[in-house]
């Protein structure tokens, strides 16, 4: 059974930074990908970032890109979302996310009906 685990959240002051891990166990097959998603109190699940496990390939939703960075440690099997510039409306429960099969940019990148394992989420907090 594969299993997401997210660290790295916590409190941070506006403008610091932070790094989420995603740490994968079980089987995988090789041709995925991990997205990362947040909910924000009150508001839908967002998709902000994703990568390729297979060929690297990384895509960002404009509300993070430029100040996100996504990247992937397949030796530790572990997908990382180093996060800069930091904005109170950043603040969010990140959810690392599952795709097979999935190695390249579509339409649906962030439909989250797609990804069939989620972790259980880590809290981020950014003060003003």
């Known amino acids: 059974e594969v299993q997401l685990v997210e660290s790295g959240g916590g409190l941070v002051q506006a403008g610091g930074s932070l790094r989420l891990s995603c740490a994968a166990s079980g089987y995988m097959f090789h041709d995925h990908a991990i997205g990362w998603f947040r909910q924000a109190p009150g508001k839908e699940r967002e998709g902000i970032s994703c990568i390729s496990k297979s060929n690297g390939w990384t895509y960002y939703a404009d509300s993070v890109k430029g100040r996100f960075t996504i990247s992937s440690d397949n030796a530790k099997n572990t997908v990382y979302l180093q996060m800069s510039s930091l904005k109170p409306e950043d603040t969010a429960v990140y959810y690392c996310?599952?795709?097979?099969?999935?190695?390249?940019?579509?339409?649906?990148?962030?439909?989250?009906?797609?990804?069939?394992?989620w972790g259980q989420g880590t809290r981020v907090t950014v003060s003003s």
């Open positions: 996310a599952a795709r097979l099969g999935f190695t390249s940019y579509s339409d649906n990148v962030f439909s989250d009906y797609e990804y069939g394992y």
